[in-house]
């Protein structure tokens, strides 16, 4: 029990340190290739019909889920409160959403939800983020609680890169190689969502042919490089990182990344 907390409390850690690296990476991803604004559209199209306008956004980053919740909302005058632990992260999406009303940005432990919202909420997202945290369970337990009846979580799942046929392209290409990104196995996150109460989950598979280009950016974020070279300084990363783009893309042709939505509707 006290190595498992005293994991979680050095995967966290190693989490807002890779976080705080990535704010410039990770927007100048997201200029190019719109992934995380894309995902956050889609999660918004899967809870239709709901039409929120109580929003809590969890692991906002930079704040591109954050403004483009808002953005599709806009005629509703949404509130949007938006959590991230990462306070480099934060300092882009104040910017990022700096003339927006009814958007309030919190540093915080998504971990620990109702230590900062007493609101209730018609929806909850989890753009890009339930796979950072270790505490999943807990945080989704008050999540749930902190919905009104009738409201919905929604959250996007990183699930990895895939070949033609739907097996792993990087154990494929590097039987060797190690790639984990985040503390969350799909199916312990997926035996979560089934137990709480009066919920129901739908989920949905998304996957989409990525290129070269995409794949080093997108691999070449601190907090994704981190993944595959845990112990090698950032810089040192990015021709490994280069490299191994190069490799996979001439032992697997296509790859496609793997998204899953979950969207969990409380009665
Ligand atoms: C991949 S980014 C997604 C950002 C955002 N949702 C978007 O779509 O652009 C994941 C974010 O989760 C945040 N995060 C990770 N662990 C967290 C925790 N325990 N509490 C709050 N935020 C956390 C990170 O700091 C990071 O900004």
Known sequence: MAAAREFEHRYKAAVEKNFDLSADAYDRFEEQHHLFETLTCKQLELIEPSVPERILDVGCGTGIS?????????????????????????????????????????????????????ESFDAIFYTASIFLLPGFAESLRQASSLLVPGGVLSISFYTGLFDEKGDDAIRKAFPEQKYTYGAVPIGELVSCLDTLPQCRTMRVDYRFEVSREFLFAFLSIPAQSAGLYPKIPYLERIPKVRELCDLLLDRVNPVYMGWEFMIVRKR
Do not use: W
């Open 66 to 118: 954050t403004l483009a919740l808002h953005q599709a909302l806009a005629g509703r005058s949404p509130n949007i409160y938006a959590i991230d632990v990462s306070e480099r992260m934060l300092l882009r999406a104040r910017e990022r959403c700096r003339s927006l009303p009814g958007v309030y940005f919190i540093r915080g432990d998504a971990e620990n939800l109702s230590a900062y919202f007493k």
